[in-house]
């Protein structure tokens, strides 16, 4: 078999038992071209025999002939018998001598058929191939923009996400700040009105306390008293420190962890015997370590002394410094 071309290099091998098929045609054939001649005879008989007899071809009249004596003429010869021609023999076809190069030559022809015939199936097969692979190629290609769409979709949105949940958060934000100013704003309005109703309170309780002393007979002041009331309303000028001195000794604080002297102020009610029963924080110090300290002091303390007239000032506004 003669070499495929190039592109068909790689192409499937074409099916075997070809050459060996063609053998066996020839074979046969030839076979069958000794048995139709050995049953037919070669010899000629050349002899052949053939009659011929002339004839005129027009029919014409003898002339007389001349009357010498008067003899009646002589009767025609009778008619020749015409024989029947001999049959022709028919002599049986010649059959032509084998001709082995007309049987190769078209064996060689089946064979460049066949091999035309193969490659151009291959030539289909592949062009098959490259049909199915382009649209192979083109379903690929198809799929991979589709799935690039998509994710440029998803990006797409997922970015719209964000933003709308970034705007929320910032709605949030912005919310809670203005509730927390709200709230911060009404803690001061409430702060502010709790301190002005306890300055009430307290002025109250003053002008209360000034129009019962003002109510007791008889006035008490010493002789250096400049008051012009009756009695004194107010604690003896030693009433403050014995206060001091009894709440004290039992606050526990370290003065040199605080700089400067700030004071704090304590608003202490009692009980007609003394006994604390409420403490108020009416100003800090600035420091909320000493207030705690002050405000523990006074709960250990419990009960405060009387004054020199034996009473229990209440409400008593208690000021505290560290360095005192």
């Known amino acids: 078999m003669s070499a495929?071309?190039?592109?068909?290099?790689?192409?499937?091998?074409?099916?075997?038992?070809?050459?060996?098929?063609?053998?066996?045609?020839?074979v046969v054939h030839a076979l069958l071209i000794v048995a139709l001649t050995a049953g037919i005879q070669w010899k000629q008989d050349n002899s052949v025999s053939?009659?011929?007899?002339?004839?005129?071809?027009?029919?014409?009249?003898?002339?007389?002939?001349?009357?010498?004596?008067?003899?009646?003429?002589?009767p025609p010869p009778p008619a020749p018998k015409l024989e029947p021609a001999p049959k022709p023999v028919v002599k049986a076809p010649e059959l032509p001598a084998p001709?082995?190069?007309?049987?190769?030559?078209?064996?060689?022809?089946?064979?460049?058929?066949?091999?035309?015939?193969?490659?151009?199936?291959?030539?289909?097969?592949?062009?098959r191939k490259e049909e199915v692979k382009k649209e192979a190629e083109k379903k690929a290609k198809a799929k991979i923009e589709?799935?690039?769409?998509?994710?440029?979709?998803?990006?797409?949105?997922?970015?719209?996400?964000?933003?709308?949940?970034?705007?929320?958060?910032?709605?949030?934000?912005?919310?809670?700040?203005?509730?927390?100013?709200?709230?911060?704003?009404?803690?001061?309005?409430?702060?502010?009105?709790?301190?002005?109703?306890?300055?009430?309170k307290l002025d109250a309780i003053r002008k209360e306390n000034m129009k019962r002393i003002e109510g007791l007979a008889?006035?008490?002041?010493?002789?250096?008293?400049t008051g012009n009331a009756?009695?004194?309303?107010?604690?003896?000028?030693?009433?403050?420190?014995?206060?001091?001195?009894?709440v004290k000794p039992n606050i526990t604080f370290d003065p040199s962890a605080i700089s400067g002297n700030p004071a704090a102020e304590v608003e202490v009610r009692c009980a007609p015997d003394g006994t604390i029963v409420s403490k108020k924080l009416v100003k800090s110090s600035g420091n909320s370590a000493w207030d705690n300290a002050v405000l523990k002091a006074i709960d250990k303390t419990e009960i405060l002394p009387r004054d020199t007239d034996g009473r229990v000032h209440s409400p008593l506004l208690l000021v505290f410094k560290p360095n005192d």
């Open 99 to 127: 001709n082995r190069d007309a049987d190769i030559a078209l064996a060689k022809k089946r064979k460049i058929e066949e091999e035309k015939k193969l490659q151009d199936a291959l030539k289909a097969e592949e062009r």
């Open 50 to 74: 053939v009659e011929a007899e002339l004839w005129s071809a027009v029919p014409m009249a003898a002339a007389p002939a001349l009357v010498e004596v008067e003899t009646p003429p002589p």
């Open 230 to 246: 009756m009695k004194s309303s107010g604690p003896s000028d030693s009433y403050g420190g014995r206060i001091r001195a009894r």
């Open 146 to 200: 589709e799935d690039k769409r998509k994710l440029e979709a998803k990006k797409e949105e997922e970015r719209k996400d964000k933003e709308r949940q970034e705007k929320e958060k910032q709605k949030e934000r912005a919310e809670k700040e203005r509730k927390d100013k709200e709230a911060k704003k009404q803690q001061a309005q409430k702060d502010s009105k709790a301190a002005a109703d306890e300055a009430k």
């Open 4 to 26: 495929l071309p190039k592109h068909l290099e790689f192409a499937p091998p074409p099916p075997k038992g070809t050459a060996s098929s063609v053998f066996a045609a020839l």
């Open 218 to 225: 008889g006035a008490s002041g010493n002789e250096n008293a």
